[in-house]
């Protein structure tokens, strides 16, 4: 009994471990396009100002569909990012979100393709952005006195 529970346990860690990489999505930004799992999803163009941002255009049209900007929260330094966070504005839909992460634009671009708000290609779902905003907004700034 106690070699068939141990069979099993063995079996389920290697499930685990051979299924997670494959679920992981590979984000590349290259050649001002955004790439997942090699596909083209956007453009991108990407702005290098007090706060750093990106906007994540259609790649046929070249509309702004996504903008996202890393908030440092005024101060600078690695010891200090616990005031940072990300903002990310959809811009048809004139929806914000702000969440209390500050992270590379891969990660940041990753984390909205997990929660379903495009698919691989570029179409964005309105249902899901609104989904998006009630599970993860956190009206940082508004909370701060100060709206950008």
């Known amino acids: 009994m106690a070699a068939s529970l141990q069979l099993k346990i063995t079996i389920l860690i290697c499930f685990v471990l051979f299924t997670i990489p494959a679920l992981a999505q590979s984000v590349k930004l290259k050649d001002d396009k955004v790439f997942i799992d090699g596909k083209e999803v956007f453009k991108y163009k990407n702005e290098k100002a007090a706060n750093a941002t990106i906007t994540l255009m259609d ?4 509309e702004e569909l996504i903008f996202i900007r890393e908030d440092d929260g005024g101060t600078y330094g690695a010891d ?3 005031d940072d966070f990300t903002i990310y504005i959809f811009l048809k839909e ?4 702000e969440v209390s992460t500050y992270d590379y634009w891969k990660n940041d671009i990753k984390f909205l393709f997990k929660q379903a708000v495009f698919d691989t290609t570029g ?6 952005i609104v989904l998006f905003k009630e599970k993860y907004d956190e009206n940082i700034s508004e909370k701060r006195g100060r709206r950008q």
């Open 59 to 62: 790649l046929n049209t070249n």
């Open 123 to 128: 179409k964005l779902d309105h249902d899901k």
């Open 80 to 82: 200090r990012r616990g």
């Open 94 to 97: 004139k929806i914000r979100v």
